[in-house]
């Protein structure tokens, strides 16, 4: 017996080696994340910049910068740290899945420390009480003067947000509306497509100065003061970068430094950033046109690779190896039966836990987002594009493929030398059909902040207060691309058929 046991010591031995390994592994993992900021030199940051005066864009020398209070506080943490500030602006509702593949290194877009979100992330201690108020239009005002008064009535919020966790838990009999971005929600209540909305009472104020057909409704929402603290989010296991984050936070409200960034970014935000359509368009112009060239890059790219792979894709469906065709026909049918959305956030989460894509910006679009959104896109359009070309090859007439056989080529050849070109030139329209949908679904990425054209409308909105404007702008630099190129198309269409007939 005590042989035996002595033969399995070095077992034993290394298992116990193991774990302690482990341990100190985990222990490290946990404690790197200050270290790692360090090493880089850059503190990378997430935020929504559409919630003034926490967060929000203005031009600088014909440049978006992202400003607010949040914002200033997240450069006093990267100055005490002696490193770079890094900072990324997408949807709300975006920032937690990605601090959870840990693409930030932590996220300021006025959390609340939900138990929910303490389950899947880290959060500093808070930094600011922010209360909410009851936005609505003077003319129900009147009528909403409690909060049995919202019974039954349609309350918006943003999606994801501390408001909207404000709209479920105290304001339970209300039918709520959660939307994407704050300043939908401000535009749904200024036209009247629902009855109020849950907002933060700093950004209230500011919208106010902007609609004068909106006001605070004298409701009291009764929420305790830890369900208003609002906090900075990091991955789960930053512990060593989130004490010393907290101890930035606590010296700085020794200081008193809160309050006078507060007030700062108050007075910044008051008004917007243009006061006419015109203004807005001269400011913001270079940003629109910015957006539409990345809208219309991203479309070349990803009609071009969806073109190539489509064609892959009709040659294994018409193959006659059935196993091949199985696969082709069940790729189609999986990407023609989800939403592009859908797919989109699949490839862009999916892609950051199985390799790493560096951070690079590329004329102001970070390679990390668009490099994924492509892949989605482009994978999309495959599968339509592999059924346009596969009727595009069974219209043609077999009599060509005979003719290439007897001329002694194989059955590649005379796909590649015969049958295509003719298949091409057939289906032409519909291939210009799918770039002009490509260049509106580009508008997809604009979900994981790649800044396209759509991306672009969604932050002058937020830093003009003009919703409908912003949108009129966009819809017709929309309209003038695609007429473009239907125009292209159609042109080169009349080329094609002039040249099959000389």
């Known amino acids: 017996m005590e042989k035996r046991w002595l033969s399995k010591w070095p077992i034993l031995l ?41 967060e929000f864009i203005r031009m600088n020398n014909g440049k978006e910068e992202i400003v607010g209070f949040d914002i200033d506080v997240a450069k006093e943490i990267a100055k005490e740290l002696g490193v770079e500030l890094e900072i990324t602006n997408m949807k709300f509702d975006g920032l937690i899945p990605s601090i959870q593949t840990n693409e930030f290194d932590m996220a300021l877009a006025g959390f609340n420390p939900t138990p929910e979100r303490r389950e899947i992330v880290g959060f500093s201690n ?32 943003q999606k994801g947000s501390t408001q909207e966790t404000i709209l479920n838990d105290y304001l339970g009999n209300a039918q709520p509306v959660a939307l994407g971005k704050l300043p939908e929600v401000i535009a749904e209540i200024n036209a009247g497509t629902v009855d109020a909305g849950v907002v ?24 305790p003061e830890e369900k208003t603290a609002q906090v900075i989010a990091f991955p789960k296991e930053s512990t060593a970068l989130i004490e010393r984050v907290n101890e930035i936070i606590a010296d700085m409200e020794e200081k008193g430094m809160m309050e006078d960034l507060l007030d700062k970014n108050i007075e910044l935000a008051k008004a917007g950033d243009s006061q006419d359509s015109q203004s807005m368009l001269k400011t ?15 479309a070349v790219v990803c009609v071009l690779f969806g073109t190539l792979l ?27 039966g989800t939403p592009a959305l859908l797919q989109v956030f699949i490839f862009y989460f999916g892609l ?13 679009v970070n390679l990390a987002r668009l490099i ?3 892949i989605a896109l482009s994978i999309n359009s495959s599968a339509y594009v592999a059924e346009i070309i596969r ?38 329209p519909a291939l210009g059909n799918e770039f002009i949908s490509m260049i509106k679904e580009t508008s997809l990425l604009s979900v994981i902040a790649v800044s396209e054209l759509m991306f672009v409308a969604d932050t002058v909105k937020a830093a003009t207060y003009r919703t409908m404007e912003s949108l009129f702008i966009a819809a017709i630099i929309y309209f003038c691309m695609t007429c473009v190129v239907s125009l292209l198309v159609a042109r080169f269409e009349k080329k094609l058929a002039r040249s099959s007939k000389s």
């Open 14 to 54: 290394l298992g116990l080696l193991i774990v302690l390994t482990g341990s100190i592994k985990g222990y490290a993992e946990e404690d790197d994340s200050l270290q790692r900021v360090l090493d880089r030199g850059t503190l990378i940051v997430g935020t929504s910049a559409d919630n003034p005066p926490k």
């Open 126 to 157: 808070p930094y600011h009480t922010l209360p909410f108020v009851i936005l609505t239009t003077k003319d129900k005002a009147e009528v909403f003067t409690s909060v049995d008064s919202l019974t039954g009535k349609e309350v918006a919020a």
């Open 200 to 223: 933060g009472w700093l950004t209230a104020q500011n919208y106010l100065d902007v609609y004068p057909n909106l006001t605070i409704a004298d409701v009291e929402i009764e929420v």
């Open 284 to 298: 913001y112009g270079p940003l629109f046109l910015k957006g539409a060239l990345t809208t219309i890059g991203v």
């Open 310 to 336: 489509g064609i892959l894709i009709a040659l294994l469906r018409i193959s006659s190896n059935k196993l091949l065709k199985a696969l082709a026909t069940f790729y189609i049918q999986v990407l023609r």
């Open 352 to 364: 950051s836990m199985i390799i790493s894509i560096p951070s690079v910006h590329v004329w102001g």
């Open 372 to 374: 994924p959104g492509c």
């Open 391 to 428: 009727s595009g090859i069974n219209a043609v007439d077999k009599g060509q493929s005979e003719a290439g056989y007897s001329l002694g080529l194989n059955k590649w050849m005379t796909m590649r030398e015969i049958i295509l070109p003719q298949a091409i030139r057939n289906i032409l």
